[in-house]
């Protein structure tokens, strides 16, 4: 790369990671006032993955990582930046386990929590890192493991979110080339936090010295406020993206969202005027699984052809906080591997 020239972070490698273990919609049927039927035609979803008990984040995101790695033909990296919504503690954070399991030496390494739009975040981040000069590459993982945090018993909840992991490599490279992150569009608005949230835990409940209920201890969301508000968002943020990239809509081969909802996506797809066989997916296997989403629906889709190397992808994502983002990005010619028992 001519030093001379402005340092763009440029996607090497990617991968996904789903746990062994399955809960299909006929599961639910039998523990849930629910059918096969009301979850698929509300959210597109048919199966999720979990871990089995004594497994958390940082093995998610560990065989995530190696498998980004391998993808990027390396060994090493100068930064890994996890982001997680179900870290393994409070305190410390996650990422510096990861990197140590890796064995990627004393790293940086940091955890960011954005919720389901903590991909796009911790993409800045290495983004940013090597822009500045701080890395010249990075490793950027999204894990979490929601059945941990998840109310099996709430229909809500029990039937969206699943667990899973995805990865991708940063290296320095040109502005210009495939593989190169345009701009990246994050905002947020604290006003509405309560729409997706966990109310025990934090500092907040513990100084409030009452007695948390057991419902407060796991994932609460308010669905259909929520669904608005990322249709609006994801459809802003991504046109704001299209405007800086100095691409229209017809320039966009493959719509990436992350998969909270099929009906969300394709939402915003109609909003944003994206034809639907554009749209990428796998929520169908997978369920929403936060901010590994968007990293595990591209390792998906490159591995099994629906994302192809030149091709202009434009990126959305939208989670509590709330938090959304856009990017966009030319695909690259990259070995992609995806990891994974789908029944489908």
Same mark, same amino acid.
């Given at each position: 790369? /001519?030093?001379? =020239? ?14 062994p ?8 049927? *039998?523990?849930?006032d ?25 093995e &998610? ?24 919504? !179900? ?14 399991a ?12 954005a ?5 796009l ?10 822009? *500045? ?11 979490e !493991?929601?059945?941990?945090?998840? @109310?099996p018993? /709430? ?14 490599? &940063? =290296?320095?490279?040109?502005p210009?080339?495939?593989?190169a992150?345009?701009p990246?569009?994050?905002?947020? @608005?604290?006003q ?14 513990? %100084? ?42 017809? @320039? ?12 969300? %996506?394709?939402?915003v797809? @109609? ?8 749209v990428?997916?796998?929520?169908e296997?997978?369920?929403?699984? %936060?901010?590994?989403?968007?990293? &595990? ?6 591995t099994q ?6 091709? =202009? ?9 709330l ?22």
């Open positions: 790369m /001519d030093k001379h =020239r402005t340092r763009a972070a440029v996607l090497t490698g990617v991968a996904g990671y789903v746990p273990g399955t809960v299909t919609n006929a599961e639910l049927e *039998a523990r849930l629910t059918t096969d039927e009301w979850i698929r035609s509300r959210t597109g979803i048919a199966e999720r993955h979990t871990v089995p008990p004594g497994t958390a984040t940082r &998610l995101a560990v065989e995530a990582g190696q498998l980004a790695l391998k993808s990027a033909g390396r060994d090493s990296v100068d930064s890994v930046v996890l982001a997680t919504a !179900t870290p393994d503690r409070l305190c410390p954070a996650t990422a510096p386990e990861v990197a140590a890796l064995g990627l030496g004393p790293v940086a390494a940091h955890d960011i929590s919720v389901c739009a903590g991909f975040y911790a993409l800045s981040t290495g983004v940013g890192a090597i822009a *500045a000069g701080f890395a010249d590459h990075v490793l950027v993982i999204g894990a !493991t929601f059945s941990a945090i998840v @109310d018993k /709430d229909r809500n909840t029990a039937v969206i979110f699943g667990d899973a992991a995805g990865a991708v490599v &940063l =290296r320095a490279g040109d210009d080339e495939p593989g992150i345009g990246v569009r994050l905002g947020s @608005d604290g509405y936090s309560d729409l997706i949230q966990i109310p025990a835990g934090g500092a907040r409940q513990r %100084s409030s010295g009452t007695v948390p209920e057991a419902a407060d201890h796991h994932l609460q969301m308010q669905g259909r406020k929520v669904y608005r508000h990322a249709k609006e968002r994801m459809t802003q943020a991504a046109l704001d993206v299209l405007e800086r990239s100095g691409w229209s809509v017809e @320039d966009v081969d493959r719509l990436a969202t992350h998969q909270a909802n099929a009906r969300i %996506s394709e939402a797809a @109609d909003e944003l005027g994206v034809p639907r066989d554009r990428l997916s796998n929520i296997h997978v369920g929403n699984t %936060s901010a590994a989403s968007l990293p &595990l629906l591209l390792a998906d889709s490159a052809g629906r994302l192809r190397p030149h091709d =202009r992808v434009l990126l959305a994502a939208f989670g509590g906080g938090a959304w983002g856009a990017a966009s990005l030319t695909w690259p010619d990259v070995t992609a591997f995806a990891a994974h028992t789908y029944r489908g």
